[in-house]
């Protein structure tokens, strides 16, 4: 079956910090991979995806590469603001056989706080 | 934009209690899914349809249903609820498979408290 392991939390940091959210998979069939974020008292919305092997991501300065070789995704921001703090979410999804419809498997979510 | 609403942001019932959770997309997609979210768990997967009237259990179905009577509208139903269903619950939906986009938006979520 398929699963996501990202790196525990909470991560605190400094405003203007480096972020790295790790995130591993194993899955059947071939991933399409995502980064969910939700902000306090929203939704997840969509922050970035990659659908093959190599593709990078991006989105509001994060980024992550699809890596099939060491099965990865990892987040990275190079300059964290106050206003990323929310909780990240890594997920993937798999159509083997067409009759997934596209169900997403999440990790168990990484809380990130940024200080001023 | 895609939107996804809930009917409920907060919610408190009681044990045994019918709970119904509605959630309503604007974008006429065909797939709708209901997760619930807790802490250390992410979220997982309760049903999911497919279709009007069609719907596939997911990783946790036990103590739940659901009814997809209208493509855009998709209803959670705790028959008897318990205060192990405490929890965040979030709606999302996508268009169909094979349709060249695999994005689920979400909506904003309902809180259950069940006492």
């Known amino acids: 079956g398929n699963s996501v392991t990202q790196m525990e939390g909470p991560v605190t940091l400094s405003e203007e910090a480096f972020l790295t959210i790790n995130c591993t998979y194993t899955?059947?069939?071939?991933?399409?991979l995502f980064w969910y974020v939700q902000y306090p008292g929203e939704g997840l919305q969509l922050l970035l995806k990659?659908?093959?092997?190599?593709d990078k991501g991006s989105n509001k300065g994060f980024e992550a590469t699809y890596r099939k070789e060491t099965t990865s995704f990892h987040l990275e921001k190079g300059s964290v603001q106050v206003s990323d703090s929310a909780v990240y979410f890594c997920?993937?999804?798999?159509?083997?056989?067409?009759?997934?419809?596209?169900?997403?498997?999440f990790g168990q979510g990484t809380i990130l706080t940024v200080h001023p | 934009d895609v939107k996804v609403t809930q009917s409920s942001r907060y919610l408190v019932k009681r044990t045994g209690e019918k709970v119904f959770l509605e959630c309503v997309q604007d974008?006429?997609?065909?797939?709708m899914f209901w997760y619930r979210q807790d802490p250390g768990l992410g979220l997982r997967l309760i049903y999911f349809s497919y279709d009007v009237k069609m719907k596939e259990k997911g990783d946790i179905p036990e103590g739940y249903s659901v009814s997809r009577e209208k493509k855009e509208r998709f209803s959670l139903i705790l028959e008897s609820a318990s205060t192990n269903q405490t929890s965040m619950y979030l709606c999302?939906?996508?268009?169909?498979?094979?349709?060249?986009?695999?994005?689920?938006?979400f909506g904003p979520g309902t809180r259950l408290t069940v006492l």
């Open positions: 997920a993937l999804t798999t159509n083997a056989g067409g009759t997934s419809y596209g169900k997403l498997t």
């Open positions: 974008m006429d997609h065909e797939n």
């Open positions: 899955a059947t069939g071939y991933p399409s």
């Open positions: 990659a659908t093959k092997a190599d």
């Open positions: 999302a939906s996508r268009e169909a498979s094979g349709s060249g986009t695999d994005t689920q938006y």
